[in-house]
């Protein structure tokens, strides 16, 4: 097997606007830590993958088909052997259009998709040997956030490395689940945070200073141990960023311990399939679209402030939205997923551009038996699938989240109806 790696600076200057948060003030302040988009560039026999992976809250379809397209065109490579996927970090340029949580940056977004193909070129440009190695390690950091009846957590930290003859390693993927909203919505700083931190802290951390992709996993319900809420009011003093930097270096630790501990695939058997889901709607009309938002409304009926100002601003800018869409002639209530197979030797990575929370991957490994990882905000994010049971408990994820991603609350039952299209592809694909 051969790879190829590359890192690429898309830090943008100061003055942007952050995704993620209703509650920040905006645009951006200044620049606490870098954003850069890691490429990994394999090659076995015939087979090649390309893994694009940024220091962002994710992608639309539009700009990831784009990129692909591109890819195809300048490289030769097919869909099924490329994958984008995004950190999620909350202080980072708008690369997806949410209400009142960050403005959409196209002149960025034009940027990035320059930079990935820089990233792309430059991964492929010298490829040395190197064996592969599967591995897993724990981290305890992750929590519930909603602290309901159903609460899971998924310590599990994959890993698969990349060593060269000399025993220096050349590239590392890692998975681990959690939001990375340790720099929390007052912070106003440009920041990769916790993933960004344990990337850059455990490629110090291993020999030959590896490039290190710190993927997210099916991490929807999931939160830093003391980051709980979506809606934290703004402060004027400074956050700090003591905690970012402590739980990024534990999640370094554990990749480096899960490194150590990971063993030579003789055959890696590179393989992955590409497929579509669509992600099923509740079909609301016009007045139930109205029925909702003023249901929503109540729940900063009685209070004032910047928050509960913001919160029903997006209300309102959601259900006008809404109406003017549903009532569009070629208007269907779905959303298309992509969903990627990837398997590296005997493990498996499930690509999926959602929330998706956590209860999946342990979903999956009881169902097929074997070594598998979710990762989250891959080829587009789609916004939260959650299973039957949290519909039950309702919270954010469930009842709200939905209008700020400006589209309609997701089915009961879509959770289960992916992971049985999963289980079939992993099966059979």
């Known amino acids: ?55 962002l809250i994710g992608y ?48 960025y977004v034009d940027r990035l998709g320059r930079e990935m193909l820089k990233a792309a070129a430059e991964a492929q440009c010298s490829p040395e040997p190197a064996e592969m190695l599967v591995g897993e390690g724990r981290c305890a950091l992750a929590v519930d956030r909603r602290g309901k009846v159903s609460a899971h957590a998924d310590p599990r930290l994959g890993v698969v490395a990349w060593r060269r003859t000399d025993g220096s390693f050349a590239g590392v993927l890692a998975n681990y689940p959690i939001h990375h909203v340790a720099m929390r919505a007052d912070n106003r700083s440009i920041s990769a945070d916790m993933a960004g931190r344990a990337a850059a802290t455990a490629s110090t951390g291993l020999p030959g200073n590896p490039v290190v992709l710190v993927t997210n996993g099916a991490c929807g319900n999931l939160n830093p141990p003391s980051v709980t809420s979506e809606f934290i009011q703004p402060t004027a003093s400074l956050p700090t960023f003591a905690p970012m930097t402590r739980w990024g270096d534990q999640i370094a630790a554990a990749i480096v311990a899960a490194v150590s501990l990971t063993e030579v695939v003789p055959q890696p058997r590179l393989h992955s399939v590409l497929a579509e889901f669509d992600v099923r709607l509740q079909p609301f009309d016009a007045g139930q679209i109205r029925d909702h938002a003023a249901k929503l409304r109540l729940v900063y009926a009685q209070e004032t402030g910047y928050v509960a100002d913001r919160y029903r601003e997006s209300v309102d800018l959601w259900e006008r939205r809404m109406i003017a869409r549903v009532g569009q002639p070629d208007w269907c209530p779905r959303i298309p997923v992509d969903v990627q197979i990837l398997r590296f030797g005997e493990t ?38 959650a299973p039957s049971a949290a519909y039950d408990e309702g919270g954010y994820e469930i009842e709200s989240a939905f209008v700020f991603y400006g589209g309609l609350p997701v089915e009961r039952g879509e959770f289960e109806r992916l992971r049985d299209r999963v289980t079939d592809l992993v099966r059979h694909g």
């Open 1 to 55: 097997m051969k790879i190829g790696t590359s890192v690429i600076d898309i830090t943008p200057e100061p003055g942007v606007e952050l995704s993620g948060f209703l509650a920040r003030v905006q645009p951006s302040l200044g620049i606490h830590d870098r954003l850069a988009v890691r490429a990994l560039y394999l090659e076995d026999g015939g087979q090649r993958l390309l893994w694009l992976h940024a220091d």
């Open 60 to 107: 639309t379809r539009e700009l990831v088909a784009e990129v692909k397209q591109t890819l195809a065109a300048r490289f030769g490579l097919r869909r099924d052997e490329v994958v984008l996927s995004a950190t999620h970090t909350h202080s980072g340029p708008a690369t997806i259009p949410l209400i009142n949580a960050g403005t959409y940056d196209t002149g």
């Open 348 to 385: 498996t990575w499930v690509c999926l551009g959602a929330e998706v929370f956590s209860v999946m991957a342990d979903d999956l490994r009881s169902r097929l038996g074997r070594r598998l990882y979710v990762v989250g905000y891959a080829n587009g994010d789609a916004g939260y699938l």
